[in-house]
């Protein structure tokens, strides 16, 4: 296609391994394998494991990786460096940053978020105000009436910037604003931003963020999650998780807990060297990617998407889950679709990837540095077969797996 030929991120598809036969609407929720990353793997494995054993910690610098991958992160999300690390998952850096942005509004029991938020940064709420037992409550708003809901009662406002199902994208930097001017902190999970949009996490004067490496970022599955603080925020506060590598000397073995200074003490434990250094050559697909070209054509590509789909599937009931407004839309595209399961794995089995999410929803996902606009017009083609054709009833595709 012409829009293929003139697209200045044309030549970013040949950094990753992808499989020929597959038009890939999935890297939101696992990213594909970036070339460079199974050479540093195997000489992680046979050199530095293999041969330094655990001189590596030192001589190959192991022990500093949270780090030096989270300043890869911080250059991504406009963070300053030594400000990201990289470390657990999302769900537990959560945990960390609201035990500690509690700590921070002891006179304040709020804790405000929307019903449609990540489910797991609700739970790992839910359960941190009970072990705490200090009279906490969660508050949603409807993402429409969320800043009218930010008072002085707040004392944390607590976000998926990019909802994972509609894709809807909050103002960050205005929502930031809104908590502060009542003295309440922020949140948020850039689990579908980081990667997907320009972020400016200094810009915006954010609190804390978190987010995921292994959707957007291409860290592969179960990658190290990531974490930032703003600088000169609770540099000296005792962290929930208090393990020995967020201590400020591990190797002290001092039997009491010193919290290391600034967002070394977001460590908690030996940190997983193999996938860091999988994450540290992932990151590599982002040197010279322009992020405001990038989010320019992820918007041309579902604005593509959403024109082919509803053009070409009209009248099998399908329904845009996502914000028309690109600009209101991070970089996915979701439908409802009655029996929206069963289509999305008639669908993979044609060859175009996305996933399906409960109740109904068919989700894509564009990654704006290997997907082209031609894949996009393929993919709403495909689609169409698969309803034409009822190619989705058949039993296998109508029971569920246990991941979906
Ligand atoms: C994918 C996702 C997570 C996942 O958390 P893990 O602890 O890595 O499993 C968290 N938050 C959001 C918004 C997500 O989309």
């Given amino acids: 296609m012409g829009l293929d030929r003139e697209d200045p991120l044309a030549e970013f598809r040949s950094r990753f391994e992808l499989p020929d036969d597959v038009i890939y609407l999935d890297g939101n929720s696992l990213g594909p394998l970036p070339k460079g990353v199974a050479e540093r793997l195997d000489q992680m494995l046979r050199h530095q494991w293999g041969e330094s054993l655990i001189r590596g910690w030192n001589q190959h610098g192991w022990i500093d990786l949270p780090e030096r991958v989270g300043n890869k992160i911080a250059q991504l999300t406009g963070a300053v460096p030594g400000t990201v690390t990289c470390v657990d998952t999302t769900s537990l850096n959560l945990v960390k940053v609201l035990s500690a942005a509690l700590e921070l509004r002891p006179g304040r029991r709020v804790i405000l978020s929307d019903p449609g938020n990540f489910p797991t940064d609700l739970y790992m709420a839910q359960g941190l105000i009970r072990v705490l037992s200090q009279n906490h409550e969660i508050r949603l708003a409807e993402p429409d009436e969320l800043e009218s809901a930010i008072f002085d009662d707040t004392a944390v406002v607590m976000l998926t910037q990019v909802d994972y199902r509609s894709g809807r994208v909050y103002d960050m930097a205005r929502i930031t604003d809104r908590a502060h001017e009542v003295g309440a902190l922020t949140i948020w999970d850039l689990a ?213």
């Avoid at 990667?195 to 996490?201: E, H, K, S, T």
């Avoid at 291409?218 to 590598?245: D, F, K």
């Avoid at 967002?263 to 060297?273: A, C, D, F, L």
Wanted: include cysteine.
């Fill in 192 to 404: 579908h931003s980081a990667g997907a949009l320009p972020v400016d996490l200094q810009g915006a004067n954010v609190d804390f963020a978190i987010g995921c490496s292994y959707k957007y970022l291409n860290g592969g599955p179960g990658a190290p999650a990531w974490v930032y603080v703003r600088p000169g925020l609770n540099e000296t506060g005792w962290p929930l998780l208090s393990g020995w590598m967020g201590h400020e000397s591990p190797f002290e073995f001092d039997p009491v807990y010193r919290p290391a200074n600034g967002i070394g003490h977001m460590r908690v434990g030996t940190p997983p060297v193999l996938a860091l250094a999988a994450l540290d050559a992932a990151l590599d697909v982002w040197n010279g990617v322009d992020m405001s070209l990038l989010r320019t054509k992820s918007s041309a590509l579902g604005d593509l998407f959403i024109e082919e789909v509803e053009r070409q599937c009209l009248g099998y009931g399908l329904r845009l889950a996502s914000p028309r407004n690109a600009a209101e839309r991070g970089s996915q595209v979701s439908f409802h679709c009655d029996r929206g399961y069963a289509v999305m794995q008639a669908l993979i089995a044609d060859g175009v990837i996305g996933d399906f999410r409960s109740p109904d929803i068919l989700r894509f996902g564009f990654n704006a540095l290997y997907i082209t606009y031609a894949n996009i017009v393929e993919a709403a083609r495909r689609l169409k077969c698969v309803l034409d054709e009822e190619k989705w009833n058949r039993p296998e595709y109508l029971q569920r797996a246990k991941v979906t």
